[in-house]
Nanobody, 125 residues
Framework: QVQLVESGGGLVQAGGSLRLSCAAS????????MGWFRQAPGKEREFVATITASGGNTYYADSVKGRFTISRDNGKNTVYLQMNSLKPEDTAVYYC??????????????????WGQGTQVTVSS
């Protein structure tokens, strides 16, 4: 069973950058498509970005396109989310997720089997 652990969250001023990491432990996760989601207080969890198992293809929510970059290093069993030009509306708990034995990602949270515990990102104005 793969376990996911996020790190890299914190407090940053608007316009700043953060890089989130999601480390997979246990069995290797190289054949898992991965995604990042976020949930702000009082709001539903929303899709942020996804990457195929090989890392060859990515897809982003319109709200983060051009500012966020998802990538992965399968040798390190780690997925990253580089977040630039952060805005106060990016404030949320960010979760990484894995699709068990699926090479293609999804924008739907219900299609992910494994979740990390989340990491808080707070962007001040």
């Amino acid at each position: 069973q793969v376990q996911l652990v996020e790190s890299g969250g914190g407090l940053v001023q608007a316009g700043g950058s953060l890089r989130l990491s999601c480390a997979a432990s246990g069995r290797t996760a190289y054949n898992y498509a991965m995604g990042w989601f976020r949930q702000a207080p009082g709001k539903e969890r929303e899709f942020v970005a996804t990457i195929t198992a090989s890392g060859g293809n990515t897809y982003y929510a319109d709200s983060v396109k051009g500012r966020f970059t998802i990538s992965r290093d399968n040798g390190k069993n780690t997925v990253y989310l580089q977040m630039n030009s952060l805005k106060p509306e990016d404030t949320a708990v960010y979760y990484c997720a894995a699709r068990n034995r699926k090479v293609v990602g999804s924008t739907r949270s219900s299609e992910y089997d494994l979740w990390g515990q989340g990491t808080q990102v707070t962007v001040s104005s």
